[in-house]
């Protein structure tokens, strides 16, 4: 039941969610590692390549960041465990706006992401599917049904996404893994040189690849999203972030040194499938074949996990009045239902104009908006723990202060020298992309004061 609470211009939405089964330990951990690693990584040793060596200087310090912001959000999920994630924090530390604006450019983010990963998971079935290369609207029809399936899944429950998240999870890293162990036994030190291929300055070099490799750590927020889906989240929220986030590290930089040491560089720039390319160099043909399934797997975990994302910030969000009340209803499962299926038309509308030839060029450059989008809120993040450390004395005390304060300064500051790296063009459509939804904002802040008014009145004639 919608319980609709008005007073002094804010609506709140009142709505407990029903008890069911929810996320443990493992599914929470596997959330965030299946969720980090989706289809990118398969792909960005070729990307790699052309700054040599120095890319692995990149991976260290994108990981480094990543495992900054993966404390904080460790810190924040333990001291206020409630859905919503990013939202949430930004809305607890500077009210409904930021609030609004974090909810909006993080659900933007996550249904664009989920066409690019659908896009993806078609791609490496058609290794094995040809005719998915040849036939747009065959590939589309592939795609749309694992997206709608996986949708079904979890509307249906979030536990059940949760399992399918953890086999997934485990049937994607094993390729990863095996590669791994395997690279000592490959490595020459000829494979890692000339270390700056690039032509530019080692900064620079560094600095750009560490761009690419960023869009692979977008998901470390994952298990804060479903807060109140998780067991014990004081507890699981914490564990499942920060050591799913050192997993994804390892395996990104392991990963790729095995590919360095198995592939030469300059067959390397020019893989669609650099791992599964390392694999056969490594052990043959059925290894090749092999990881192209872990990459299959990967992508269509990523798809699951970040659908079961998409209908959580919008249903925090209109629990708190900052976005359409209908995306606080839930099914009889106790699920965000309508913010699911919301989100998932949107997905398939991207998906059809993806498979227009004309605008595939477009398509990308969203995904990369998409990466932005979800920077901000990693921001407001670092920067609301930073706020509620110096004004929250029940959750941020004594030497904890210091230390939460010093790790949020860092994760804002990295956050921010991430988004000045995405690109003046970048930056500037996407900042337009966040502005475009201040109409939705001001809509709504004009319907609770209509609300407010109604409520007045009839408290008057009572």
Same mark, same amino acid.
């Given at each position: 039941m919608l319980v609709v609470i008005a007073g002094k211009g804010i609506t709140m939405f009142a709505t407990p969610l029903?008890?069911?089964?929810?996320?443990?330990?493992?599914?929470?951990?596997?959330?965030v590692v299946g969720n980090m690693i989706g289809s990118g990584v398969f792909l960005l040793p070729a &990307?790699?390549?052309?700054?040599?060596?120095?890319?692995?200087?990149?991976?260290?310090?994108? #990981?480094?960041?990543?495992?900054?912001?993966?404390?904080?959000?460790?810190?924040?999920?333990?001291?206020?465990?409630?859905?919503?994630? *990013?939202?949430?924090?930004?809305?607890?530390?500077?009210?409904?706006?930021?609030?609004?604006?974090?909810?909006?450019?993080?659900?933007i983010a996550v249904w664009v992401g989920n066409a690019a990963i659908a896009v993806a998971f078609v791609s490496y079935l058609g290794y094995f599917w040809p005719a998915l290369a040849d036939t747009a609207l065959l590939a589309a029809g592939v795609a749309?049904?694992?997206?709608?399936?996986?949708? /079904? /899944?979890?509307?249906?429950?979030?536990?059940l996404g949760g399992w399918i998240q953890?086999?997934?999870?485990?049937?994607?890293?094993?390729?990863?893994?095996?590669?791994? /162990?395997?690279? *000592?036994?490959?490595?020459?030190?000829?494979?890692?040189?000339?270390?700056?291929? &690039?032509?530019?300055?080692?900064?620079?070099? /560094?600095?750009?690849?560490?761009?690419?490799?960023?869009?692979?750590?977008?998901?470390?927020? &994952?298990?804060?999203?479903?807060?109140e889906d998780v067991?014990?989240?004081?507890r699981t929220i914490p564990r499942a972030t920060v050591i799913g986030t050192a997993v994804t590290a390892a395996v990104y930089i392991l990963g790729t040194v095995a590919v360095f040491a198995a592939v030469p560089r300059t067959l390397l720039i020019e893989s669609t499938a650099p791992f599964a390319d390392a694999a056969e160099a490594m052990f043959g043909g059925w290894a090749g074949t092999a990881v192209a399934l872990g990459a299959i797997v990967s992508a269509f975990g990523a798809l699951n996990?970040?659908?079961?994302?998409q209908g959580q910030v919008p249903l925090a969000a209109a629990r708190d009045g900052l976005f359409p009340r209908v995306f606080a209803k839930t099914s009889r499962w106790g699920t965000p239902a309508v913010g699911l299926v919301v989100s998932s038309v949107l997905v398939t509308g991207l998906m059809l104009l993806n498979y227009n030839a004309g605008l595939v060029?477009?398509?990308?450059?969203?995904?990369?908006? #998409?990466?932005?989008?979800?920077?901000?809120?990693?921001?407001?993040?670092? +920067?609301?723990?930073?706020?509620?450390?110096?004004?929250?004395? %029940?959750?941020?005390?004594?030497?904890?202060?210091?230390?939460?304060?010093t790790i949020a300064v860092m994760?804002?500051?990295?956050?921010?020298?991430?988004? +000045?790296?995405?690109?003046? %063009?970048?930056?500037?459509?996407?900042?337009?992309?966040?502005?475009?939804?201040?109409?939705?904002?001001?809509?709504?802040?004009?319907?609770?004061?209509? &609300?407010? %008014?109604?409520?007045?009145?009839g408290r008057k004639a009572a």
């Open positions: 029903p008890r069911r089964r929810k996320l443990g330990p493992w599914m929470a951990t596997a959330l &990307s790699l390549a052309a700054f040599g060596s120095a890319s692995l200087l990149a991976w260290a310090l994108t #990981a480094t960041g990543a495992l900054l912001l993966a404390l904080v959000f460790a810190r924040l999920g333990r001291a206020y465990p409630k859905t919503g994630g *990013p939202y949430a924090y930004a809305r607890r530390a500077f009210g409904d706006f930021i609030g609004f604006q974090t909810a909006w450019g993080y659900w749309l049904a694992a997206i709608w399936l996986l949708t /079904v /899944v979890n509307v249906r429950g979030v536990r953890a086999v997934t999870t485990v049937a994607k890293l094993l390729p990863l893994i095996g590669l791994a /162990v395997a690279a *000592p036994f490959f490595i020459d030190a000829a494979d890692f040189t000339p270390f700056n291929p &690039s032509g530019q300055g080692t900064f620079g070099a /560094v600095t750009a690849a560490a761009a690419l490799t960023l869009w692979a750590f977008i998901g470390i927020e &994952s298990a804060t999203v479903p807060a067991d014990d989240p004081e996990g970040w659908i079961l994302l060029e477009q398509f990308n450059f969203v995904i990369l908006l #998409a990466t932005l989008t979800t920077l901000i809120p990693y921001a407001y993040a670092a +920067a609301a723990q930073f706020l509620l450390a110096l004004t929250d004395r %029940e959750h941020f005390s004594g030497r904890r202060l210091t230390v939460d304060g994760a804002f500051a990295y956050a921010l020298w991430t988004i +000045a790296g995405s690109g003046y %063009e970048v930056v500037y459509k996407g900042t337009l992309l966040m502005l475009a939804g201040i109409p939705v904002y001001v809509w709504l802040k004009y319907h609770d004061r209509d &609300s407010d %008014e109604t409520v007045h009145i």
